[in-house]
């Protein structure tokens, strides 16, 4: 294994999990010349017999500017190419039960997320990692153990069914919500660990394209938006692909869906709630989808610490599942590797022989990069656990009362008032990827959907006491609002009753 | 297997891990007819070779008539019999730094809590268990995995290192905070769990006898208290033996137990915040504890849901593992057996062979039971896990506050106001072990302690609840207090001043 390495003198980074953010923190330490084996599980979904079986799984993800500055900061130009593959979403339409339809923009500046192409973004990457000199791929590769005082993993390899044994000088745990190594490290690391269902459950559905008058497919709703169907304790949404069809994705309670099991109920509860999307699905799609497709849970963890002295930490999922209601997964998880990355470099972390601390027998530099990691991220990822959780409410319910439009227009308001305008997406990259970390504060008024989506400047948890600080402002002026309405109100009923009690009399 | 079952018409529960609440979890089934197989990873802790290991761990703890009524509603003889062997400590005995001792009995009616032996204890139990024809027990077994859907366990023999597969139809998981039985549930179960490790850490000291005139061992403490030293971020405690000893436990902050690692800066924390039990302790003893003993992490867990279908469920420790502020988690982990064998009872499972729910083809009266368990049992044991949690700032802060002396004299005054004295212990426990489930709810004035301690017919979420209400019904009440005592001090001021006034002019 050593013989095939690059640069016999570099050190060795072991990364599981070959997802999105598995394959960017491969290549952030192949760029700091570590020598890195990426592990992972399953086949490479490049290869066409996987494309099968991955047919069921969630196909696309809305990404925004934190996961594109962190693929700008380690691959600028695979970052360029996958904004030019995506499709905009400039704010969500929401679809009444009438059949009218809302657009609510993102932003006042026309700022948009991306709807992307998971596997599109997945394989992208794994092409850079497979092209990467310091980087070897392995795919039908599972950790069964690993020893973390002794530097090593016990990794399967799953097609010829053998078992080795590799050393690592630091290891990644890239490996989804429910981690190997998460679950390892936790036999020698005091870790605070939570994890929990949300009541909810979701389900995948497929909206055609249609065809237009010249016979070429063409979407059958708005492509640029995010289409919401709120609906109080239960909600539809639809991302557009670039083949000019929909993703839908139905939440719904457990038991909510245990009612839905022939053909006739789907339908049935399509036509009551869903009747424009009804039409659009057909009624064949939607009962083949639901019939088959799988009901999946949401689960939301929470970790602490991330890391285990100088050799291990986890990133992405495997530290922090989200539920996906803020479009902020995979975002959290890509800016995960970039504050990694800049607090080893910070710390002046390299491939070289470590700087051993004499006492403690580790690499002080990664040691102490790996320590600051946890106690400045965890605050963050907390903070956008919460937001993500709070964001259903929003979604499924908030969006269709007066009280929040009226307390969206004030919050847009104060941001018009207080803030420059800024300038385009695609030019504030290069800028936004080589961002010090802790970050600035914001100045004037921003609304919070703005910070958490458009600000990679701004950290998830100033985010969260910065909206906490605007929402008791907002419920102020509301009140205030409020108060002169109702005087205004009370001045004019007696304006009009004097007007007929003196006409009357 | 099968043919060396006791009666072959009955069915068979394993239970996994032989200690109390394995131990009476065992008993309680078998003496429902089940033919049990109760598994310990350990060796059996009653064969001298095993003693000399256990020396290390927790010797003694404190149970209380939660615990008392659970073995009465199992093994009457046996609950006699330990409490027998335990020592009554009657309440708090507070060691000021100046060296002055404040008694603060637990309850008004003299009712105590027993400081045990814990391997005393488990030893009896075992004895019942092996005594017992329906249950075979298996020590330095361990689960390797469990197909619950299957109704499996691989189970390892550490002693031959062979593994054995054995079929169940009733799997308790009585393994403790690691659990594994818990965790093998997680792969099939949607369980929200929560680990949380407090900052706190807890190392075990040994207080030898004393000798008195006649050359016989005594108490160099009183025993009938649990002794207390509070020192606002850290305390140490002591239990007493039966054999004039005492156990003591110093609980700290890691930072504060990293800074004690020479002889000299132990003894000289000892001298400057417990002069007095390093006077008892001796020099040596204390040093040589203080380095050789672990120092052992206090780690609170939550679950939920407790079972899977008809067939499995976590009690105990491996259900909620509790800080041991409270003195309440082997007593919650037996009160789990009492409240699972009433609710088999009352849904009326037996070992004969089940009434199949023809839908899902699991027995219908044994899902029920582990259902309503499930139910009902969450919430108290949330309760319990709080209240602890929420008791070691009041052992190691509040104790010594005059404002909590001064709620505390209230509490009580109200409780004797409005509650008739109960009466004794031991007269109470027949009556205790055959309460229904849920309990009642308690009239008039019962302080928390009380409550938590002497009352079992009370649940841990009534209880909290019920203190909740108390609790702010004493605040109201001190501030009318201090108001008063404000107004007659504003009163006699003016009194004072005045006669000086008149005399001086």
Redo the contacts between chains.
């Keep these: 294994m050593i013989a095939t390495d690059p640069a016999p003198v570099s050190r060795k980074a072991v990364v599981i999990g070959a997802g999105p953010v598995g394959c960017l923190a491969a290549l952030a330490l192949a760029k700091r010349g570590f020598s890195v084996e990426l592990y992972e599980g399953r086949p490479d979904i490049r290869l066409p017999s996987s494309k099968a079986t991955l047919q069921r799984r969630s196909i696309n993800l809305a990404i925004s500017h934190r996961g594109i500055a962190a693929l700008e900061s380690i691959e600028p130009a695979t970052a360029q190419r996958f904004l030019e593959s995506a499709i905009p979403m400039r704010g969500r339409m929401i679809h009444k039960l009438s059949g009218e339809l809302d657009s609510q923009p993102y932003d006042r500046d026309g700022q948009c997320i991306n709807s992307i192409d998971r596997s599109l973004l997945n394989e992208g990457l794994l092409d850079e990692a497979a092209a990467s000199p310091n980087i070897q791929v392995f795919f039908n590769h599972r950790v069964v153990a690993a020893d973390f005082d002794d530097k090593t993993l016990a990794i399967r390899d799953t097609t010829s069914n053998t078992e080795k044994s590799t050393m690592f000088d630091l290891c990644i745990g890239a490996d989804g919500s429910y981690s190997v190594i998460r679950r390892q490290m936790m036999r020698v690391v ?8 949300i009541r909810d459950e979701y389900l995948e559905l497929k909206m055609p394209a249609g065809i237009d008058r010249c016979g070429e497919p063409m979407f059958l709703l708005d492509p640029n938006h995010l289409h919401i169907w709120p609906r109080h304790s239960f909600m539809l949404i639809a991302l557009p692909n670039k083949d000019k069809t929909f993703t839908c994705t139905v939440f719904a309670p457990a038991e909510e869906f245990d009612r839905l099991h022939t053909p006739d109920s789907i339908i049935s509860w399509f036509r009551t709630n869903f009747p424009d999307a009804l039409h659009t699905i057909g009624e064949k799609s939607l009962v083949e989808d639901f019939m088959n497709n799988p009901r999946s ?1 949401l ?1 939301c963890t929470k970790a602490n610490p991330y890391h285990y002295k100088d050799r291990a930490i986890i990133l992405g999922d495997a530290a922090h599942s989200m539920v996906p209601f803020y479009g902020q997964g995979l975002n959290a998880g890509l800016e995960d590797v970039r504050i990694l990355a800049t607090l080893l470099d910070e710390e002046g972390v390299t491939s070289m022989p470590p700087i051993y601390d004499p006492q403690n027998h580790y690499d002080r530099r990664l040691s102490n990069a790996l320590q600051r990691y946890t106690e400045t991220r965890h605050e963050d990822l907390i903070a956008i656990l919460d937001l993500a959780m709070h964001n259903y409410v929003e979604m499924r319910h908030s969006v269709t009362q007066l009280s929040y439009l009226f307390r969206k227009t004030l919050d847009t308001f104060l941001y018009s008032i207080t803030s420059p305008r800024v300038v385009a997406l695609t030019s504030l990259i290069p800028i936004l990827a080589k961002l010090p970390y802790p970050t600035i504060k914001p100045r004037g008024w921003l609304p919070l959907y703005t910070m958490v989506t458009f600000r990679p400047d701004i950290s998830y948890a100033t985010v969260q006491k910065r909206a906490a600080t605007q929402a008791s402002i907002l419920t102020a002026l509301s009140w205030i609002g409020v108060t002169g309405l109702g005087a205004a109100g009370a001045w004019l009923t007696r304006k009009i009753f004097l007007y007929y009690f003196e006409r009357r009399w």
């Design positions: 005091r870790m605070n660990y939570t994890q929990e269902y849970p689960i």
